[in-house]
């Protein structure tokens, strides 16, 4: 698998993608996450130490990425119940597309571990849906922005997390002239 996949996925450089990330241990295990590529090459995140995810993944070694575009099913995987896999594997039912991952670098800090994985296998179908929340929290921020009393700490506060989640992003731009304008 080559750096092309994930530019042919549309993926930007260290921008935070959510996804579900299932997981053998102690049975299948499913969790979201965000994921993020640093070089289009390996796929990252930064795992709570506590997380089951984390364990299965330092023992296995491997984890599937699962590529979803509905809440609900986020909320299942949060809860881990109601999730149906494709046969045995650790594909979900539901996902648009998948990526299995074999870790490849880990570093460890107080409370999260950050891993870095290279891609085994991809499968989807068609244009798979990358979930990014900057789109909707610069929405949010604009009409915020638009009430008759402005929640500026709640502009500013959502401006944070979209540098952080989609660096150099056009959402970053238009929520930074948002704020300069109120
Ligand atoms: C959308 C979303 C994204 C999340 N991203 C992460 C993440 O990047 N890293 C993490 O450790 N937990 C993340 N969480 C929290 C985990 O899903 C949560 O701690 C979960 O209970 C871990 O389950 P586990 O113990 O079965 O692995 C996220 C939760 C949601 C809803």
Known sequence: MTSNLLKKLNFKRNWIYEV??????DGRNAAPMGIYTPDFEHICLNVYKSSETCRN????????VNF????????SA??????EYVGNSLVLNGASGYLELE????????????LSSRI???????E???????????????IMSTKPVIAKKQILEYYQVIKKIAPRSRYERIVKDIIDRI
């Open 68 to 75: 979803v575009d509905d809440i609900e099913l986020f909320y």
């Open 128 to 142: 798979i849906y990358l979930l990014n929340r900057a789109k909707f929290l610069a929405l949010e921020c604009l």
């Open 57 to 64: 993944i330092l023992n296995s070694k491997i984890f599937v």
């Open 120 to 126: 085994i296998d991809y499968s989807g179908e068609g």
């Open 78 to 83: 949060s809860l881990d119940t109601d999730l």
């Open 20 to 25: 579900i990330v299932t997981t053998n241990g």
């Open 103 to 114: 870790v490849n670098g880990i570093e460890r800090s107080d409370t999260v571990t950050k």
